[in-house]
């Protein structure tokens, strides 16, 4: 199988005054293409950081991290900040939609920063809508949705520039319980039917359980590596 993302001898730590606090410690794993990987553990064991990492969004302490055969301590942040921009999609726990703009626009405002235009993307925006089941509201603002749809806005988003990998930070945190298995089984049918590579990180054993596999983190260490039930 082909890997979308080696982590080797990953340590993470915070400096608090003059002690050094660890907060990863000597993870390694990996992740093949087309995997549903969900990271669980107790809040404070480091899951969130260690998505953060994947995403180049924060530096390790020590250790690699290699996605898509390109390891993040060789290259150059501009080249980093490229990679999270064309080969990474991200979705939060909360939305991060523009209030005024509507739901293509709030879709396609990656392209907009990016300075590309927009109607190059008209045919790709049309499919995505499709797949998030919102064609009928691309033009409803976020104060006319609701917290799921919402959230399939943000995904349709991570989703524009096709990228290989979705790194998703407790996706259904904001939600009740059946809006939450809505955005689950958008999330299983990406994988499945797109064959993304998704990490999400979970407090949830019903949302770990649409992924394939599931690392249990605890104290910043590797508790348990298993395949999804």
């Known amino acids: ?10 340590y993470k730590s915070f400096k608090l005054g003059k002690e050094s606090v660890d907060i990863l410690k000597d993870l390694t794993f990996s992740i093949n293409k087309g995997e549903f990987l969900s990271i669980m553990g107790p809040s404070g064991c480091g899951k969130s950081t260690l998505l ?3 995403g180049g969004l924060d530096n390790a302490t020590s ?9 993040y301590s ?20 909360f939305y991060n939609l523009v209030p005024n703009l509507n739901v293509e626009d709030n879709i ?18 049309g499919e995505i809508l499709d797949i998030i089941g919102m064609t009928d509201r691309r033009k409803h603002t976020p104060r006319e949705l609701s917290g799921g749809q919402q ?6 988003r991570a989703l524009l520039f096709n990228p290989e990998i979705i790194l998703a930070d407790e996706p259904i945190g904001n939600l009740d319980s059946k809006s939450g298995i809505e955005v689950m089984k958008l999330f299983e049918k990406i994988n ?14 019903e949302s770990a359980s649409f992924g394939t596999r599931i690392l249990n983190i605890k104290d910043g260490e590797i508790e348990r590596d298993e395949l999804s039930a």
């Open 1 to 10: 199988m082909t890997k979308a993302i080696e982590v080797n001898n990953l």
């Open 52 to 54: 953060y990492l994947l």
């Open 63 to 71: 250790g690699s991290i290699i996605i898509n055969g390109k390891d």
């Open 74 to 93: 060789k290259i150059k942040e501009k080249q980093k900040s490229k990679m999270r921009r064309t080969e990474m999609g991200f979705v939060f726990q």
């Open 108 to 125: 396609l405002l990656p392209i907009l920063l990016d300075g590309k235009k927009p109607k190059a993307f008209e045919k790709q925006l």
């Open 151 to 156: 959230q399939r806005v943000a995904i349709a």
């Open 192 to 205: 499945k039917e797109f064959g993304k590579t998704i990490v999400q990180v979970t407090h949830s054993l």
